[in-house]
């Protein structure tokens, strides 16, 4: 029961208490009433919460994806870096002191 279905039959059985008088059959029902309303908004409140709980559960899900999926790049970018570092040591160090001499004399202009 939506809150204003709800304050409208209060507000009813409210106003019929105060013409009537008060009489156990409608102090049952506004009771009841408010039992019921009680338990709608328990319900409600559970409902929320689970969702808010899956959302974060979803999120949490999420961010830990995106994290490892970020490491996972890093160390392969890493990877590839220092592959390629070795790569180029090794082809200077095949080329020799000298070879390198002459390269570098080579672009120098005096």
């Known amino acids: 029961m939506n809150s204003h279905d709800f304050d ?3 507000e009813f059985l409210e106003n019929l208490i105060k013409q ?7 102090l049952n029902v506004y ?3 408010i039992e019921l309303k009680s338990l709608h908004d328990k319900e409600i409140e559970k ?5 808010e709980i899956r ?3 979803s999120y949490n899900d999420l961010h830990a994806k ?11 970018r890493d990877n590839n870096q220092t592959s390629d ?6 082809t200077l160090r095949e080329l020799g002191i000298d ?8 672009n120098h202009k005096y």
């Open 8 to 10: 409208n039959c209060r």
């Open 20 to 26: 009537e008088g008060i009489n156990e059959s409608l």
């Open 31 to 33: 009771s009841k009433l």
């Open 47 to 51: 409902a929320v919460i689970e969702k």
């Open 55 to 57: 959302e974060s559960e």
């Open 66 to 76: 995106k994290h490892r999926n970020d490491t996972d790049y890093d160390i392969t």
């Open 85 to 90: 570092y070795r790569e180029d040591h090794h």
């Open 99 to 106: 070879s390198l001499k002459s390269i570098g004399n080579r």
